[in-house]
């Protein structure tokens, strides 16, 4: 490792600052880099203890004084004269100066920021590397040292300008890039950077310096999560700092950052970055991890597998990956073969009703293949399946799950942000079972297998334990893969058709079976020489989420309709406010409480289905309203003011909201800002002393209830409530498109 050597004639100047002690910065193999330029602590305090012997008995210099002003009035003069002047030995001069000031590690005074933008452009690479190492050690000093840096902007576009290839000489890069990471180390710094465009540079720049090949290794983290673990690369240093820096500025930009990022420049950094995922993937699943004193001649990057990951996940998030979406009337006819009038019978009689057996034609049947062809041709080869099992599961990695309210994915990222990226988790992404009909009870093959690489909770399937599967499944173990589309693009197709139709969501016939129906699947003994045959099965699950249930709609009706309403205005310091906010609020727990002991509330609301707005006789919107008027008459025959005050209090007393079953309504407000009249965001304890308020005039507060209740039934309107279930509609299918998307840019099957 190279070592900055002082020249041992430069005369002493102390800079003592009157905020900060004396500080020495190191840059060691644990910051950044391994490789990164450090000063030999060792050999400058003796180099400081041959500075006193040398001076001992004789008369110190007057002119610099150990004080912050001395360093503004006498170095900054010097500094400037030297700096603007062409002459050489003005040169050596304020070389040996930034080396000096270096060394004491000194708070930058504000006016050497202004010197800073000249010396960084200077035609010396040595006052360029200098500059921007006292710059980098300053921001790493305090956050008001860091905030000053990066509060100048002269400074700060001029460091940017150093990256290549708009500069040639790779050490001043390699200083002006990590000059860049030490600023990173605030939140500020990084915003700021992101303003002025450092972001692409550091992208084209990696681009442009990359190596054609990658090798890279695993090192251990600061956590024990196997996510954190570091990536290592086996060759270049300039690429890996730049590497470094943008992974970091990635995954500190919002979405509108991230949709400015030019594409083309987007999509050929992300090849680049899912060529490293892929390899540390397979490194990871193996468990290929340098030990303590290894990799001495690698560069230790400061990516985690965490953080790759991240970058990725986020780079893929706008990107429209499925521009040939399949139109909703060709799912109706090429999964289930349903004409019109087959549909509507569907709907109107087996849908969350009865089960339903499709039966294919021999047109139909041509029709489907187009869909499942190329999945069928694959799975359902003897030759290939099961052999080739787990060289798919070793291409995929956990899809962690989402909140079924989360409208922010960034949001989402930042919750599973120390998790991201890991294998599949055995009971979580994938389940091996079978069903003992002696015990009548499910058994778990790897409860049965114990000795897996991971054993912890939750349980880490690394490829040893994926090699098993093969046997699993030759012993009639089941196999069980959750969210097939967020994996293979095939699926997301049909997945996304599907959700066309129904608002949110084989080779043979398609069975339906409603939530709630208990069922089987059983193997055939049809095979010539006696042994089962392959039996697949494709189970496309039709989510749907609190809000796209009918209680969803209902509550979205009446969160609308307050919202509306003059009262809703009405302060919480009044009487009146309080007694007409946690009457509304009481009516909303009514909803709940109806919906816990009437299934139609549970059933799927289609009134966001894409089909109502093709469908020429309007029957299934006419149905969706006929739903809603029954709803609203069993609201108003059904709603019980004691038990819905019963259940706030049950929920107060435990410490819990009683409200959190509907604070998704939160995010009906399209500008993400907390809705007026929207009191349920209170906290508990707030919450807390309304009610006792309200308890407190219990006569008054049923009396407004009443009246709550009974204006809201006679008032709202079903066209209008559709309007904004609409929105908030859109709104989920954009945050899962983006987690689709982004997961799908963690697999590379």
Request: charged share 20%; aromatic share 10%; with cysteine.
């Amino acid at each position: 490792m190279k070592q900055i050597k002082f020249h041992e004639k430069i005369e002493k100047f102390s800079f003592v600052s009157l905020a900060f002690p004396p500080v020495v910065f190191t840059w060691l193999p644990s910051s950044h880099l391994g490789s990164r330029r450090n000063l030999n602590l060792a050999e400058m305090e003796a180099k400081e203890e041959k500075e006193k012997e040398r001076n001992s008995g004789k008369r110190k210099r007057r002119g610099f004084s150990p004080s912050h002003s001395d360093g503004n009035t006498v170095i900054f003069p010097l500094l400037l004269a030297a700096a603007l002047s062409r002459s050489n030995t003005h040169t050596t001069l304020v070389k040996k100066c930034l080396t000096k000031f270096l060394s004491h590690g000194q708070p930058i005074p504000t006016p050497f920021l202004s010197l800073c933008p000249l010396l960084l452009n200077s035609k010396s690479p040595q006052i360029a590397i200098l500059t921007a190492r006292i710059l980098g050690a300053a921001s790493l000093m305090s956050f008001q040292m860091n905030q000053q840096v990066v509060s100048d902007s002269p400074t700060l576009k001029a460091l940017i300008s150093l990256m290549p290839p708009s500069h040639k000489n790779m050490i001043v890069s390699m200083a002006a890039c990590d000059a860049l990471l030490d600023l990173c180390s605030t939140c500020v710094a990084r915003h700021r950077l992101l303003h002025f465009s450092a972001l692409e540079t550091l992208m084209f720049a990696f681009l442009q310096v990359r190596r054609s090949s990658i090798l890279i290794s695993l090192g251990t983290g600061d956590d024990v999560n196997i996510a954190s673990l570091r990536i290592v690369f086996q060759r270049g240093e300039l690429p890996v700092l730049l590497l470094s820096a943008a992974i970091i500025l990635i995954n500190t930009c919002n979405i509108e950052q991230l949709r400015k990022i030019p594409s083309k420049l987007s999509e050929c950094f992300s090849v680049f970055l899912k060529e490293v995922w892929k390899e540390a993937h397979k490194q990871m699943l193996k468990g290929n991890i340098l030990g303590p004193g290894q990799g001495m001649s690698l560069y230790f990057s400061s990516v985690t597998i965490n953080n790759l990951a991240e970058s990725i996940f986020r780079l893929s998030i706008n990107v429209d990956q499925f521009p040939a979406l399949m139109p909703s009337e060709m799912v109706k006819r090429r999964i289930f073969c349903f004409s019109e009038d087959d549909f509507k019978r569907f709907i109107l009689s087996q849908w969350e009703v009865l089960p339903c057996v499709v039966r294919r034609f021999s047109t139909a049947s041509l029709e489907a293949e187009e869909i499942f062809a190329s999945l069928m041709q694959t799975l359902c080869s003897k030759e290939f399946f099961p052999s080739a099992l787990s060289s798919i599961l070793q291409g995929l990695t956990s899809c962690l799950p989402i909140d079924s309210d989360e409208l922010d994915i960034l949001s989402f990222l930042t919750e599973v942000r120390n998790k991201l990226g890991c294998p599949l988790i055995n009971e979580q992404d994938i389940r091996v079972l079978r069903t003992d009909n002696q015990l009548k009870q499910e058994v778990r093959f790897f409860e049965e297998n114990v000795d897996s690489c991971f054993v912890k909770a939750p349980q880490i399937l690394c490829a040893d334990d994926i090699l098993k599967f093969e046997e699993a499944y030759n012993k009639g173990y089941t196999i069980a893969l959750r969210g097939m589309e967020f994996r293979f693009e095939n699926f997301a197709l049909i997945a996304d058709g599907l959700a066309s139709v129904f608002g949110q969501p084989s080779a043979g016939d398609v069975l339906y079976i409603p939530r709630g129906f208990p069922h089987e699947a059983c193997t055939h003994y049809s095979s010539p020489d006696g042994s089962a045959g392959l039996s697949l099965h494709l189970t496309l699950g039709i989510e749907v989420e609190p809000p796209f249930e009918w209680e969803g709609f209902m509550q979205v009706a009446l969160f609308y309709w307050n919202h509306t309403q003059h009262q809703h205005h009405l302060s919480l310091k009044s009487l009146s406010g309080i007694l007409n906010a946690m009457s509304v609020k009481l009516l909303h727990i009514v909803i709940g409480l109806i919906s816990d002991s009437d299934p139609t509330f549970r059933k799927a609301c289609l009134v966001a289905a894409a089909s109502l707005e093709s469908d020429a006789n309007n029957w299934l919107d006419l149905c969706q309203k006929t739903i809603f008027s029954n709803l609203i008459e069993k609201i108003n025959r059904e709603s019980r003011f004691l038990e819905a005050l019963k259940s706030v209090e049950v929920a107060i007393q435990r410490n819990e909201d009683p409200f959190q079953r509907i604070r998704w309504l939160r995010s009906l407000n399209q500008e993400g800002e907390s809705v007026e009249g929207c009191e349920w965001v209170v906290a508990p304890s707030g919450v807390q002393d309304i009610f006792r308020l309200y308890v407190e005039y219990k006569e008054m507060a049923e009396t407004v209830f009443m009246e709550v209740k009974s204006k809201f039934c006679s008032q709202v309107s079903y066209d209008h409530v559709t309007t904004v279930y609409r929105i908030l509609h859109e709104k989920y299918k954009k945050a899962r498109k983006q987690y689709m998307n982004g997961m799908h840019s963690l697999h590379y099957v």
